[in-house]
Structure formats: structure tokens, C-alpha cells
């Protein structure tokens, strides 16, 4: 696609920051920037500790989702799973309530400051909530070194694990690993050695995984990602980073225009928000696939101050012009 001037991009730019319900990815409120493309509402949420760099394949994924009508659907409902962050055991069936319907969950693992037990004790708690026939995924975002994976997922495997996804960081460990615990059964899924990578399909060249999972930002937009998809070969998972119900909508359109979509997606994540831009939420378990409209008084209720609101728009002119130099 043709890329929009930067001026009419900043005119319809809205900077908000979003409060969760429980601290995830080491963050109480998630910033974010939104804008009214021609073809509709569209996001651009790199982390803020993203460089420029990185973060210029969201803003293309966003202007492509604002400016370019997404590829024909398969399906007009996505399932979604429910997401636990690193909690108390005990806090583990308040955070199921919030996605009804729902019959996967991604159990957050591995987090700073815990241990082992306490990941062991949060997922024994999503089973006995959600019982046998319940489907569970792990997410340790690529923290534990091999041995620290193995001894992991030995550890929960009586809980069943649908898969362990990014156990390790490097693409050498994530093969090791598939090898060792080949005989349980627990596939393994990449996350960041495809969306961080500077070649997203060298961890299934490598053999390294079972299935991949695919965010439609960080890999620089739904065409980019059908693509990734379909020369990978393997299952994957569409999923999010914390989006509002605007990103999560560019996910479920990805998600739908899908061939096939074997596993239950990660794009429930507006459950971990105290209040969205839009109402856009799972029903049942499954997520319409229709791009929201944010509402106006919680636009300029979760709006940021201008200070924040220049440090975004210079952070979008800079990744702009990235883009337009190839």
C-alpha cells in the first residue's frame, strides 16, 4: 500500500492509557495510540520500551489496517482463550470470571520474582476451575534456560498442557527442548522467536517448533503475517500484545481471513482492562470479527496528557519515516 502522509495520520491521532485489572508484563496501564483511517479505526501499540526500529513494523501493520480493507473472511467468529496473568492461586477464579464461555486458558509462567511452585500451584488452580475438559497453555516468554524448561514442564504435565510456548529464548533451545520432552506429548509454540526475529520463519526452518504464534502488529500486518503463515507450514495461534479493542479487532481479522484456525486465539485480552475504548468483548467464548468504534467519552476519559500525547506523535513520525524509506 501506498503510505498516507504523516499529517493526515497525526490529525486523526488519539493517545490514551488503559488501566488493568492485575499488573501484566510489569505495567499497571497500557498506552496506546489510535487513529481513524479511511477504512476505520486502527492502533499503533509498540511497548514503550520498543526502538524505533521495531516498532515501525506496528505502525505499518496499523496504517494498513486503517488504510487498506482487510483480506476476504472465512469465518465471522473467532474463539478466543482467557488469560491469567502471574497471580496468586488463589486469585485464579476471579480472573477466569472475567472471560465467560471461555474453554482455554494461557497461563502466564516464569515471571520475575517467582518460582516454580508458584507457577505449578497458579495452574493446579486454572484446572480445578475449569476441570478436565478444559484446555491449558503455559507462557513463559523465553525465561527459563533449557534445563530450568525441562524441569518445568515435567513438573505440570499432569495438568495436561495443551503446549508450553517460548520456554527458552534462543531457537537452538527451543529444538533441544522439543527433543527432550518429545515423549510427553507438549507441543511447543514460538511467540517471540517469530515476532522479535529478524527472520520470523528461521524457528521453523529449524525445526524448533510445533506451532507458531502470530501477532498482527509486530509483524508488520495481516498480508505480512498470511504470508509468514503460509510459508512456515505450521499450526499457529493468533494472538495479541495487549491491545485495545481496536488491536484486537486487527487479530480477529487476521484470525478470520485464516484458512484454518486449529487452536483458540489469544485476543480475550480486553478482559484485563479496567475499561476499553469500545465494546468489543467475547461472547461465549468467541470474539466477533468486526473492527469497533471507540467511544468518544472514553477517548477523551483515557486521553493523555500533552506531554504523552508529543511523545507518541514524534515516536509515529520518526517510524513513519522509517517506513518511508524502505
Not at 497500557?30 to 481513524?36: F, G, N, T, Y
Not at 500484545?241 to 489469544?266: E, T
Request: hydrophobic share 45%.
Amino acid at each position: 500500500m501506498t503510505l498516507p502522509p504523516l499529517d493526515e495520520v497525526l490529525d486523526r491521532l488519539h493517545v490514551v492509557a488503559l488501566p488493568l485489572v492485575a499488573r501484566f508484563r510489569g505495567i499497571d496501564t497500557r498506552e496506546l495510540a489510535l487513529i481513524e483511517g479511511p477504512e476505520g479505526w486502527t492502533e499503533f501499540s509498540p511497548f514503550v520500551e520498543y526502538d524505533d526500529p521495531e516498532s515501525s513494523a506496528w505502525l505499518a501493520a496499523a496504517l494498513e489496517y486503517g488504510w487498506s480493507p482487510p483480506p476476504p473472511a472465512h469465518r465471522d467468529s473467532i474463539p478466543v482463550n482467557a488469560t491469567v496473568p502471574a497471580v496468586p492461586a488463589a486469585s485464579v477464579p476471579d480472573v477466569l470470571a472475567r472471560f465467560p464461555g471461555c474453554r482455554t486458558a494461557k497461563v502466564k509462567v516464569a515471571d520475575p520474582g517467582q518460582r516454580l511452585a508458584d507457577d505449578v500451584a497458579r495452574v493446579a488452580a486454572v484446572r480445578d476451575a475449569m476441570g478436565p475438559e478444559g484446555r491449558i497453555r503455559i507462557d513463559a516468554n523465553g525465561a527459563w534456560n533449557l534445563d530450568e524448561a525441562e524441569h518445568a514442564v515435567r513438573a505440570m504435565e499432569h495438568h495436561d498442557l495443551e503446549y508450553v510456548e517460548q520456554p527458552c529464548a534462543s531457537i537452538d533451545e527451543l529444538a533441544e527442548l522439543r527433543r527432550r520432552i518429545a515423549r510427553l506429548d507438549i507441543p511447543v509454540a514460538a511467540d517471540e522467536s517469530v515476532r522479535k526475529a529478524d527472520d520470523p520463519l528461521a524457528v521453523a526452518r529449524a525445526g524448533a517448533a510445533d506451532l507458531l504464534v502470530i501477532k498482527v502488529q509486530p509483524l508488520g500486518g495481516i498480508r505480512r503475517a498470511l504470508d509468514i503463515v503460509a510459508e512456515a507450514g505450521l499450526p499457529v495461534v493468533v494472538s495479541s500484545a495487549l491491545d485495545s479493542a481496536v488491536g484486537l479487532s486487527m487479530g480477529a481479522a487476521l484470525a478470520a481471513s485464516l484458512p484454518d484456525l486449529p487452536y483458540d486465539c489469544g485476543l480475550g485480552t480486553g478482559a484485563l482492562f479496567t475499561e476499553d475504548v469500545a465494546a468489543y468483548a467475547a461472547h461465549d467464548g468467541a470474539l466477533p470479527a468486526r473492527r469497533p468504534v471507540p467511544n468518544p467519552a472514553l477517548l477523551e476519559r483515557r486521553a493523555v496528557d500533552a506531554e504523552r500525547r508529543r511523545w507518541w506523535a514524534e515516536r509515529i513520525a520518526r517510524c513513519h519515516a522509517l517506513l518511508a524509506s524502505g
